[in-house]
Structure formats: structure tokens, C-alpha cells
């Protein structure tokens, strides 16, 4: 079993910066993708940003190209996204996941086994 934990979400005025992680305990994820979603009110889960086992290939949703950065620490069991030049738009619950299945690259959403309990995110104009 694997528990994920995000933190380091708050209130951000746009253009501003913020930083999540996510750790990990129970298995080591360092085996796994990694990957973060975001889920905005009356919308559904989308998918952000993935990291392969070993943070040699990244893949991210177009709208955060350029501006987000997906990393991993696999001695610390964690995983981070570093959100530049954030938007309203990016407003949303951001969650972390781990894919222990996935056999493509970028792994299918489906295959995301573990999630954790979000971490808010709110980017006020």
C-alpha cells in the first residue's frame, strides 16, 4: 500500500508562484510514475504533469508547459511541481498519484492506483 500526502498549497495573486509536494510512505514510489492532476469546482479531474520512475521524462497538459515543472527526490520519497506564473484559471484541488501498473508512456489515467488528498490551490486576480 502506498500513501501519498501533497502539501504546499494556499493563496496566490496572479503571476505569482507556488510549490507542492507530495511524500510518499508505504511502498517506495520511487518505481513508479508519478503524476499530478488538479480538479476545479464543477469540473472534472484533469491531468497536470508525469514524471517517469527515475525523473528522466517529464510530460505535461499544454496549458502548463513552460510554466510548470515536474521533479522527483526518489531518497526522500517525493514529488514536486513547481507552478510559475500562475492564472485564475489554474484555481483547483491539486492531487498526486502513482501509477505502480503503467506499462505506456504517458501512462492512461486509469492506471493511477494511488492518490492522495489534494492540496488546495487558489490564485486570486
Known amino acids: 500500500q502506498v500513501q501519498l500526502v501533497e502539501s504546499g498549497g494556499g493563496l496566490v495573486q496572479a503571476g505569482g508562484s507556488l510549490r507542492l509536494s507530495c511524500a510518499a510512505s508505504?511502498?517506495?514510489?520511487?518505481?513508479?510514475?508519478m503524476g499530478w492532476f488538479r480538479q476545479a469546482p464543477g469540473k472534472e479531474r484533469e491531468f497536470v504533469a508525469v514524471?517517469?520512475?527515475?525523473?528522466?521524462?517529464?510530460y505535461y497538459v499544454d496549458s502548463g508547459k513552460g510554466r510548470f515543472t515536474i521533479s522527483r527526490n526518489n531518497a526522500k520519497n517525493t514529488v514536486y511541481l513547481q507552478m510559475d506564473s500562475l492564472n485564475p484559471e489554474n484555481t483547483a484541488v491539486y492531487y498526486c498519484?502513482?501509477?505502480?501498473?503503467?506499462?505506456?508512456?504517458?501512462?492512461?489515467?486509469?492506471?493511477?492506483?494511488?492518490w492522495g488528498q489534494g492540496t488546495q490551490v487558489t490564485v486570486s486576480s
Open positions: 514524471i517517469s520512475r527515475r525523473g528522466d521524462n517529464t
Open positions: 508505504g511502498r517506495t514510489c520511487s518505481n513508479y510514475p
Open positions: 498519484a502513482a501509477a505502480p501498473n503503467a506499462s505506456t508512456w504517458p501512462p492512461r489515467t486509469y492506471v493511477y492506483d494511488y
